[in-house]
């Protein structure tokens, strides 16, 4: 059982960054790492994800090159940089932990509670 909690969200203006951190009870070293995140109105979506080791990672395209991923397993915490915020990246970001390399959130067993993050124009 791993237990997931975000951090870091907050307020920030269009063109500015803000990192996350997402903290887990147990080890993650055996598990795929994914972040998502919820607009509201809007269905959840892929962020990207981290492998095991975290020597791979991916993203959705449309967010390729602002957004980075990296894992510290000896800490068991993943983090989500993100840069250039744009106002349309405000949600509710969400870690999940899972045994695949996926962007189906259904793959994904552990999920966090969420972070809001809201960018100002």
């Known amino acids: 059982q791993v237990q997931l909690v975000e951090s870091g969200g907050g307020l920030v203006q269009a063109g500015g960054s803000l990192r996350l951190s997402c903290a887990a009870s147990?080890?993650?070293?055996?598990?795929?790492m994914g972040w998502f995140r919820q607009a509201p109105g809007k269905e959840r979506e892929f962020v990207g994800g981290i492998s095991r080791s975290g020597g791979s990672t991916y993203y959705a395209d449309s967010l390729k090159g602002r957004f980075t991923i990296s894992r510290d397993n000896a800490k068991n915490t993943v983090y989500l940089q993100m840069n250039s915020l744009k106002p349309e990246d405000t949600a509710v970001y969400y870690c999940?932990?899972?045994?695949?390399?996926?962007?189906?959130?259904?793959?994904?067993?552990?999920w966090g509670q969420g972070t809001q993050v809201t960018v100002s124009s």
């Open positions: 999940a932990a899972g045994p695949m390399f996926t962007t189906r959130k259904a793959d994904y067993r552990y």
């Open positions: 147990g080890t993650i070293s055996s598990y795929v």
